[in-house]
Every structure is written in C-alpha cells, then in structure tokens.
T-cell receptor, first 112, second 115 residues
Framework: QKEVEQNSGPLSVPEGAIASLNCTYS??????FFWYRQYSGKSPELIMF????GDKEDGRFTAQLNKASQYVSLLIRDSQPSDSATYLC????????????FGRGTSLIVHP | EAGVAQSPRYKIIEKRQSVAFWCNPI?????LYWYQQILGQGPKLLIQ????????DSQLPKDRFSAERLKGVDSTLKIQPAKLEDSAVYLC?????????????FGSGTQLSVL
C-alpha cells in the first residue's frame, strides 16, 4: 500500500518563527506533491504544489522536495496566528492514476 | 467562479438508516472525487469519476455505499444502511486535470453523525 506519513503534532511555534512541516512517502515513483491547509471545521485548501527536486517559494511558503530521500517539506516563514491549522501532505502515486493520497496531517499552532 | 457545492452541511441519522449526499463540481471540471475524512485523519478516497465514468472505486465499501455521476456533472453518494463507523466528514472535490498532477478543489463537506 502506498503511504504518506506525517507527524500529527501539534507543532507549536511562536509568532514570527519558521514552522517546518515534514512528510515522507513510500512510492518512489511518485511525481507530484501537494500541501493543503485545513482550518478546524473547514475543507482542505491547496496552498503549494511541487513537481521537481529542490525548493519552490510562494510568499511566506517554501516547499522542498527530495525524491531520493522520499520526503517533502513545507516551511512557513514569519508564522502568524492565522497560520494555525492542520497541514495535509498529498502525493500522486506512480502509474498515472492521478489519485492523490493524503497523509493524516500535522496540526500547527502559532502562539502570539 | 463558483466553487464546489455540497449539501447537506450536516446530517444526523441512526444506524441502519440511509443517507444521501449531493455534490456539484466547479463548472468544466471533468474529474470528481468523494473522500471520507474521519476526525484526526487525512481524507481517504472513496471513489473517483472522470466525466460520468468510474476511474477508481477500490476503497468504496460497495455493500453499503454507492455513488453515481449522471451526465458527468452532479454526483450523489449514498450510504445504506449506515453504521456507527461511517460517522465522518464526506468531502467532494473536483479538478480539471492539469499536467501531471491533480490540484483538487474541495467543497465544504457534509458532516455525518451516525447514532
């Protein structure tokens, strides 16, 4: 079974700090990787996607992908209380099915 | 652009009863997904449609769950009979299938409580 693993947390960081969220996956042939943010009681919202090894930056968010080590991470710079949410990692497996498999999510708490 | 519409927002039923959820995807999105999200877990795929055809329903408990997507637009997910363990949020998502990945747009979900 193709799995996506995340530490459930919670990860607690002070306002203004860098939050680092990590995700590992089992399918070595996976091609595309996504980070969704889910506020309590709300539905997931796509915030970042990455296809190639290396870093991808979008505002305060940076996604990092290392296919050799099979991990993807999300960095949030200058964390704000409004960033407090669960962050879901999703991976498209190999084989062309384009069906994202989600991790259980990491709960992030940014305290003032 | 209108988002993914789902209804109802909440539903409370007793075990062994039946329930149905409705989803209207973003206009023009060919792919539609139903996910089940149990509290504290990530979304788990139940079924994927491409237009009005089923792509993957390998994780759908077919003895009690059924889904259809008529005319390749709206979709309904039905549970009959419901069990206590079906208590979860049922999320509908759609995508336009861009490139090598799938960027999903989720509806607000239906929170189901089975008593």
């Amino acid at each position: 079974q193709k799995e996506v693993e995340q530490n459930s947390g919670p990860l607690s960081v002070p306002e203004g700090a860098i939050a680092s969220l990590n995700c590992t996956y089992s399918d070595r042939g996976s091609q595309s990787f996504f980070w969704y943010r889910q506020y309590s009681g709300k539905s997931p919202e796509l915030i970042m996607f990455i296809y190639s090894n290396g870093d991808k930056e979008d505002g305060r968010f940076t996604a990092q992908l290392n296919k050799a080590s099979q991990y993807v991470s999300l960095l949030i710079r200058d964390s704000q209380p409004s960033d407090s949410a669960t962050y879901l990692c999703a991976v498209n497996p190999s084989g062309g099915s384009y069906i994202p498999t989600f991790g259980r999510g990491t709960s992030l708490i940014v305290h003032p | 652009e209108a988002g993914v519409a789902q209804s109802p927002r909440y539903k409370i039923i007793e075990k062994r009863q039946s329930v149905a959820f409705w989803c209207n995807p973003i206009s023009g999105h060919a792919t539609l997904y139903w996910y089940q999200q149990i509290l504290g877990q990530g979304p788990k795929l139940l079924i994927q449609f491409q237009n009005n055809g089923v792509v993957d329903d390998s994780q759908l408990p077919k003895d009690r769950f059924s889904a259809e997507r008529l005319k390749g637009v709206d979709s309904t997910l039905k549970i009959q009979p419901a069990k206590l363990e079906d208590s979860a949020v049922y999320l509908c998502a759609s995508s336009s299938r861009q490139g090598s990945g799938e960027k999903l747009f989720f509806g607000s979900g239906t929170q189901l409580s089975v008593l």
